[in-house]
């Protein structure tokens, strides 16, 4: 069964028995562990407690690939946000192309994993382009019934500059618990199938990476770390819980994204005993 047709049944079945239902039996059936939302003591566990729980619009907000720049904003960080072209359109057909440069990164604000990379405007097959944007706005984001705060966001999509080089880029993902930076995730080598690492505030190692996309090789520290991490504790000090998704790219900080619910609240790549310690730390 395809991944779609496994969203479409996972969607349905939640409209039957319920979002927490389903949810438990991914977590048996796909990742092979029990998530109890009732008696949260692992990690992963709160993160979905808090799913489920606790509603707070300001997570929804933020979890907005474009409300979360005002956030960002008030916050005194608008220098680390990446340039948008235009405010958030509705539709597809509003995109004035014309306007664009030749690179740009075409996101839906009201999901993950919905991005279209231009490289060159003037080979984009428009009509290509259009289905697949449309898609994202027929569809919504394929996890909304599972992590519900993302079926209260607008559909709509932002433009944001292209960042040159991306596919080499790194990407530092900040766990900060109840308003502290707790670890580091960085994100590497996705053109070739990803590789993860795990770092202490002190840029330490911590071997509790599991799974294929482990890496064998460290990442060097990056330049800027102290900054990154006085952004994930100002970013990060309304919530219980969040991950703060940033780049640096020769010496400059980006914002990538605010992320409450990683891997579905899964953490399938944390070694069962992290996610068991990192969970007796995130006070809920």
């Given at each position: 069964?395809g991944e ?188 070739t199938g ?77 070694a069962p ?12």
């Amino acid at each position: 069964m395809g991944e779609s047709k496994i969203r479409r049944f996972e969607n349905a079945v939640c409209r039957v028995f319920g979002a927490e239902t389903v949810l438990r039996l991914e977590a048996r059936i796909r990742f092979h562990k029990k998530i109890n939302i009732g008696s949260p003591t692992t990690l992963s566990d709160k993160i979905c407690y808090l799913e489920f729980r606790e509603k707070d619009d300001l997570r929804v907000q933020c979890s907005d690939k474009y409300a979360v720049r005002r956030y960002v904003s008030d916050k005194g960080l608008s220098e680390i946000l990446v340039p948008t072209y235009g405010e958030a359109y509705e539709s597809f057909d509003d995109i004035d192309f014309d306007e664009l440069p030749s690179k740009f990164v075409i996101k839906a604000r009201h999901g993950c994993q919905m991005n279209l990379i231009c490289t060159d405007k003037n080979t984009l097959d428009l009509d290509e382009a259009r289905k697949s944007v449309n898609k994202w706005f027929t569809e919504g984001f394929n996890r909304s019934n599972l992590e519900p705060h993302y079926s209260k966001i607008p559909k709509g999509i932002i433009i944001e500059k292209y960042l040159e080089n991306a596919d080499t880029i790194k990407d530092y993902k900040i766990h900060c618990f109840n308003g502290n930076p707790e670890f580091i995730l960085v994100c590497s080598e996705r053109t070739t199938g990803l590789r993860l690492n795990l770092y202490d505030l002190d840029w330490d190692p911590i071997k509790k990476i599991i799974g294929k996309h482990k890496n064998i090789k460290e990442i060097s520290k990056p330049m800027c770390l102290d900054k990154m991490i006085e952004i994930g504790k100002k970013l990060s000090e309304d919530f219980k819980f969040v991950r703060v998704d940033l780049y640096e790219i020769n010496g400059e900080v980006y914002f990538g994204e605010l992320t409450f619910t990683p891997d579905g609240g899964m953490l399938s790549y944390f070694a069962p005993d992290f996610d068991k310690e990192m969970g007796k730390r995130l006070i809920v």
